[in-house]
T-cell receptor
Framework: QQQVKQSPQSLIVQKGGISIINCAYE??????FPWYQQFPGKGPALLIA?????SEKKEGRFTISFNKSAKQFSLHIMDSQPGDSATYFC?????????FGTGTSLTVIP | NAGVMQNPRHLVRRRGQEARLRCSPM?????VYWYRQLPEEGLKFMVY????????ESGMPKERFSAEFPKEGPSILRIQQVVRGDSAAYFC???????????????FGEGSRLTVL
């Protein structure tokens, strides 16, 4: 059973546009929702994270929106740049259990 | 503070050989996770270890795969009698998590890419 469902699988955005990636989770016990960014040939790196007591968190051009009642959260990348082209993974965790989405391949066209 | 170190970065094996992948967690981290990533796919959890203990191996195939994290030295993921389907990138991650305090973050290494001929 997929604990975290992520969409879309791939995304193409023009430079300067907004990239939006969505995730949904099942287990209401999850208490930490990170997003990881992975460049080709590299390991995933933490990008931004949120806890369920907050509905939104912003760090620079990256924003997480969190809807606890709908059990959904999303990553918004404002003013998308070609350097943002990477694979993005959402995740949900409780204690030492981490569950990852299947990833979204983002391509930002110059 | 060095990050999570994995080696080898690339490993080529013929079918039937053994593959050993090593992971040294970040300094001060005593929790290690192993994930497998196939091309165009996400991260599949394999095993979670603490020093000298396997906590959760529910994602690891019961045959041919084993993992350990000894008191001294790196964590090792061992694949015996490799088959072509084992070709993948294997990522190790460490966490500073300790009982009662969840920082919620995993720190990943750069992965070991196994190719089985």
């Amino acid at each position: 059973q997929q604990q975290v469902k992520q969409s879309p699988q791939s995304l193409i955005v023009q430079k300067g546009g907004i990239s939006i990636i969505n995730c949904a989770y099942e287990n209401t016990a999850f208490d930490y929702f990170p997003w990881y960014q992975q460049f080709p040939g590299k390991g995933p790196a933490l990008l931004i994270a949120i806890r369920p007591d907050v509905s939104e968190k912003k760090e620079g051009r990256f924003t997480i929106s969190f809807n606890k009642s709908a059990k959904q959260f999303s990553l918004h990348i404002m003013d998308s740049q070609p350097g943002d082209s990477a694979t993005y993974f959402c995740a949900a965790s409780k204690g030492n259990q981490f569950y990852f989405g299947t990833g979204t391949s983002l391509t930002v066209i110059p | 503070n060095a990050g999570v170190m994995q080696n080898p970065r690339h490993l080529v094996r013929r079918r039937g050989q053994e593959a050993r992948l090593r992971c040294s967690p970040m300094k001060g981290h005593s929790h290690v996770y192993w994930y497998r990533q196939l091309p165009e796919e996400g991260l599949k959890f394999m095993v979670y270890l603490q020093k000298e203990n396997i906590i959760d191996e529910s994602g690891m195939p019961k045959e041919r795969f084993s993992a350990e994290f000894p008191k001294e030295g790196p964590s090792i993921l061992r694949i015996q009698q490799v088959v072509r389907g084992d070709s993948a990138a294997y990522f190790c991650a460490s966490s500073p998590y300790s009982a009662g305090r969840n920082t919620g973050e995993l720190f990943f290494g750069e992965g070991s890419r196994l190719t089985v001929l």
